[in-house]
């Protein structure tokens, strides 16, 4: 487990990705620019989610001092926790590596989010052939699916042209999200890789009863 993580490397990555990255905390917030309900103290209009040059800056009329911060406050007053606790469940959302410390004289990584299929492919290569404990639990013996090393099972989506537009990720127990900045509309998961323009295309609802069909 690593003790340390660098807090500024998070905030580049989660930069431009607080909407959904909070949801995937379990942090629910207003569209951008939009009032609506506090996640720390409830209401219904009191919370302004302002997401100023995507840093996920916020402001609550009704909270104590202080009242307003960015989206690392957010997380760790709406669950409770450290900053570093945010970070680290910031990161396990964005599914980035935590990094191990860096020299106190080098610099954070200025670099933008990495793009969705080099993030993906990252992950495809962390990833090791395996059984789903998921699929176990829904009858399914698939060997030969790609895990991450908490045993989640990786799903990448791609276009019809094999272009990689995301990746899901299901937990051994069922909890499902998408990796940040994953295209859905347009996307599928395929069970075999497609060669050419197949003649048909059969789709169906969730993964494992792809495993159903004849």
Request: proline share 7%; net charge neutral; with cysteine.
């Amino acid at each position: 487990m690593v003790s340390h993580i660098d807090i500024r490397s998070v905030k580049t990555a989660a930069k431009d990705h607080w909407q959904g990255l909070l949801s995937a905390c379990g942090v629910d917030v207003p569209a951008k620019g939009k009032h609506g309900a506090c996640p720390i103290c409830g209401g219904t209009d009191r919370f302004h989610f302002m997401d100023d040059h995507g840093n996920g800056d916020w402001h609550c009329r009704q909270c104590e001092h202080p009242n307003h911060g960015d989206g690392f406050d957010l997380l760790t007053k709406a669950k409770g926790i450290t900053v570093i606790e945010a970070a680290k469940l910031a990161a396990d959302a964005l599914l980035l590596p935590l990094p191990e410390p860096q020299p106190a004289r080098k610099e954070a990584p200025k670099s933008e989010a990495l793009p969705i299929a080099e993030k993906v492919n990252k992950l495809v290569a962390q990833a090791a052939a395996g059984q789903s404990d998921y699929l176990t639990k829904k009858g399914l013996q698939c060997p030969d699916q790609k895990l991450l090393k908490d045993g989640s099972l990786l799903l990448v989506t791609q276009a019809l042209d094999g272009t990689i537009t995301g990746a899901q990720i299901i937990k051994p127990k069922g909890e499902k999200r998408f990796v940040s900045g994953s295209q859905k509309k347009g996307s599928f998961i395929p069970l075999s890789p497609v060669i050419g323009t197949p003649d048909t295309i059969i789709i169906t609802e969730g993964y494992p009863a792809l495993f159903w069909l004849p």
